[in-house]
Each structure stands twice: as structure tokens, then as C-alpha cells.
């Protein structure tokens, strides 16, 4: 998948912030580029592959899919990972990372979190039933303080929003759910 990385303003920091960098992410293969006389497509372009295609139907799948999207869950900054999935339990083949966040949130950066999920779910309600995220920081994957002020500021930004929303912590080589989605996010659930 190709993605974007979004860096979200924070703080006071006199050091110039990391531009916005580009990488080809290719963990679970979301997305797949796809070159003309390659066999991969008609033109360039981008093809929904598998893993998209896979419905997550438990909090079991979801932690499945995030430790296969952020293989291997090891990370030298503190990133937000936005992933969406639908009525159906199929993600959208988008994942957003949001990287080098603050230790704490501020509301300039979670105003900003807020706009992006609205853009993406905007006229989109059974393919963005819900927001999964993933909060990947450096050192175990103990939770710590710090993850529960970020579970609770997520928690208040995401509180009037349709749909559903998760948080797992992705550190130390561990993905491990925070705040599970309520069951009936779940199809058949």
C-alpha cells in the first residue's frame, strides 16, 4: 500500500518537524501497485488485494490484522495507525499512519485526527462503520499512564461520531487491545 505518513502539529518544538515522508507499506499487502506488461494491472494504478478483502468479524480478527499491518509492532516514535472497516467487517484498502505524536495529546492534534476520519468516512457509512486505531510507541507493551490519557482523549474526540471505534497498543513487538469495540461492531455480532 502506498501511504502517506501525516505528522500533526504538537507542542512547541523548535526543531523542524519531520515532513511529511512517503513509504511503500507492505505488511498484509493492503494495497498493490500495478504496472503495465507486468502482469499486475493495466496501467498504474492501485488493486484492492486479499487482505482487504477479508472481513474482521471478532476483537480477536482485529488484533490479528493490526499485527499483521504493523509487522513487526516495534517503533522508535510514538505514530497513530487509522484503519476502517465496514458494515461488513472489510477495511477500506487505506491505513493511515500518523506519526511522531506527542507523549501527551493536545487538541490542535486530535482536532486535526478528527478531520481526517471525517474526510475518509465522509458518504461512506457502511464502508466506515469503524475506526480501528493503533497506537505504536516505543518500549514494552505494558500499558502505561500515558496510553490511558491517549485512550481517553481518543475516547472524547470520538465520543459524537457515527459509528464505532477501537484502540489497540502496538509496542515491544506486541499488538494488544486498549479499548474494544463494542460487540455488536462486529458482523453478526
Do not use: K, N, Y
Request: charged share 20%; hydrophobic share 45%.
Amino acid at each position: 500500500m502506498v501511504s502517506t505518513a501525516v505528522s500533526l502539529p504538537h507542542g512547541s518544538r523548535s526543531a523542524p518537524r519531520r515532513a511529511v515522508r512517503r513509504r511503500l507499506w507492505t505488511a498484509g499487502a493492503l494495497w498493490t501497485a500495478g504496472l503495465r506488461g507486468r502482469g499486475r494491472g493495466q496501467g498504474i494504478g492501485m488493486t484492492t488485494p486479499p487482505l482487504a478483502r477479508v472481513p474482521v468479524r471478532s476483537a480477536a480478527d482485529l488484533t490479528r490484522r493490526w499485527a499483521t499491518v504493523l509487522d513487526p509492532p516495534v517503533f522508535a516514535t510514538r505514530d497513530l495507525w487509522l484503519m476502517w472497516l465496514g458494515t461488513d467487517g472489510r477495511s477500506l484498502p487505506l491505513v493511515v499512519p500518523v506519526e511522531d505524536l506527542p507523549p501527551a495529546p493536545d487538541p490542535a492534534a486530535l482536532r486535526e485526527l478528527l478531520a481526517l476520519h471525517e474526510t475518509v468516512a465522509e458518504g461512506r457509512p457502511d464502508e466506515c462503520a469503524h475506526l480501528a486505531t493503533a497506537l505504536c510507541r516505543p518500549g514494552h507493551a505494558a500499558v502505561t499512564a500515558t496510553d490511558d490519557v491517549w485512550a481517553a482523549a481518543l475516547r472524547d474526540t470520538f465520543a459524537d461520531q457515527p459509528g464505532t471505534w477501537s484502540l489497540h497498543l502496538a509496542a515491544g513487538g506486541r499488538v494488544v487491545p486498549l479499548v474494544d469495540a463494542p460487540a455488536a461492531t462486529w458482523p453478526g455480532g
